[in-house]
């Protein structure tokens, strides 16, 4: 009965010190992903900031013909890079973000 009882100690403290390791892996991923979530949110918004302002300068800078900039070969290419940019983070947060997620 003795040699039980031990052996359900031992069992019990092992079991423990497992149960309380993996806890602090859990969380330690946990907060990795919020930071990484964070990360890409601001990411998103500066992609899409920079957007606007190419945007807007394109429109200003010559408004007869609306958009000579992302017309041009050269550089629209890029205005093309960076909507995609935008269109890949929007399509992350869809997918992947809850409603609670984005209050946050």
């Known amino acids: 009965m003795l040699y039980l009882i031990l052996f359900l100690v031992i069992v019990i403290a092992a ?19 919020q930071l990484k979530d964070e990360f ?4 998103r ?9 190419m945007h807007s300068i394109d429109i200003k800078f010559d408004t ?13 290419v ?4 960076i909507r995609d940019l935008t269109f890949g983070l929007d ?3 869809k997918n992947y973000l809850t409603e609670e997620d984005v209050k946050k």
């Open 15 to 33: 079991a423990g010190f497992v149960i309380k390791n993996l806890l602090a892996k859990v969380e330690k991923y946990e907060e990795d992903i």
């Open 40 to 43: 890409l949110t601001k990411f």
């Open 45 to 53: 918004n500066m992609v899409t900031e920079t957007s606007n302002k």
């Open 64 to 76: 007869a013909t609306q958009g000579a900039f992302e017309a041009d070969d050269e550089t629209g």
């Open 78 to 81: 890029v205005f093309k890079q």
């Open 91 to 93: 399509s992350y947060f």
